[in-house]
């Protein structure tokens, strides 16, 4: 059983930044891949990016690309979202999911969830 808990969630203003982690419980992180996604209010939860075990390679969903960069620490069992130019439509519960099949993508493939932080962008 792993155990995934996020932090870095918040309010920031349009255009701001934020950075989010994603810490998980166990020592076999690396043979994990990790991802994150996203919940707004009344919408279905949607693919943010993922970054797979072994090579570290990057996805992410195309709308996202050059503003989200997801990065991860195998050392210290963490996966990070780093946000820029943040605007009022990314304001959602972000989640992170781990994988040990590196070619997870949609959300039924992850088997690990976690509880998921808030990030609210004001206009």
């Known amino acids: 059983q792993v155990q995934l808990v996020e932090s870095g969630g918040g309010l920031v203003q349009t255009g701001g930044s934020l950075r989010l982690s994603c810490a998980a419980s166990?020592?076999?992180?690396?043979?994990?891949?990790m991802a994150w996604f996203r919940q707004a209010p009344g919408k279905e939860r949607e693919f943010v990016g993922r970054?797979?075990?072994?090579?570290?390679?990057?996805y992410y969903a195309d709308s996202l690309k050059g503003r989200f960069t997801i990065s991860r620490d195998n050392a210290k069992n963490t996966v990070f979202l780093q946000m820029n130019y943040l605007k009022p439509e990314d304001t959602a519960v972000y989640y992170c999911?781990?994988?040990?099949?590196?070619?997870?993508?949609?959300?039924?493939?992850?088997?690990?969830w976690g509880q998921g932080t808030q990030v609210t962008v004001s206009s």
């Open positions: 166990t020592g076999a992180f690396s043979l994990y891949t």
């Open positions: 999911a781990a994988s040990r099949w590196a070619g997870a993508w949609t959300a039924p493939a992850f088997d690990y």
């Open positions: 970054i797979t075990k072994f090579t570290g390679a990057t």
